[in-house]
């Protein structure tokens, strides 16, 4: 399991793997605290993660926001569990 969180300096998501305590940001620098992190989403797959992460950035450039609403958020996880019984 990779989880989808967003470095607390420079706001660039990001990904780890889930056993993974620390994570260095490749954009600014800063070492994350994973458990201390907001985990947007939790995924099987790296390349998964992957994309979540260019989606959430596109999304947040697209709308001019600075973090997801509650909402947006919900919707992400269900479009994710949707995706996974779909088998895509
Ligand atoms: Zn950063």
């Known amino acids: 399991m990779y989880l989808v969180i967003r470095c607390g ?17 490749a954009n600014c620098g800063e ?3 994973v ?14 993660a992957e994309s ?3 989606q959430l950035e596109e999304h947040l ?10 909402e947006e958020l919900d919707s992400l996880r269900k479009q994710y569990a ?3 019984r779909s088998g895509a």
């Open 31 to 33: 070492t994350i605290d």
């Open 82 to 84: 949707q995706w996974l």
């Open 9 to 25: 300096g420079c706001r660039t998501f990001t990904y780890v793997d889930r056993f993974q305590q620390w994570k260095l940001c």
């Open 61 to 70: 450039h697209r709308t001019k926001k600075k973090d997801l609403t509650r």
């Open 35 to 48: 458990r201390r992190a907001t985990v947007y989403l939790e995924v099987e797959d790296y390349r998964v």
């Open 52 to 54: 979540v992460v260019a």
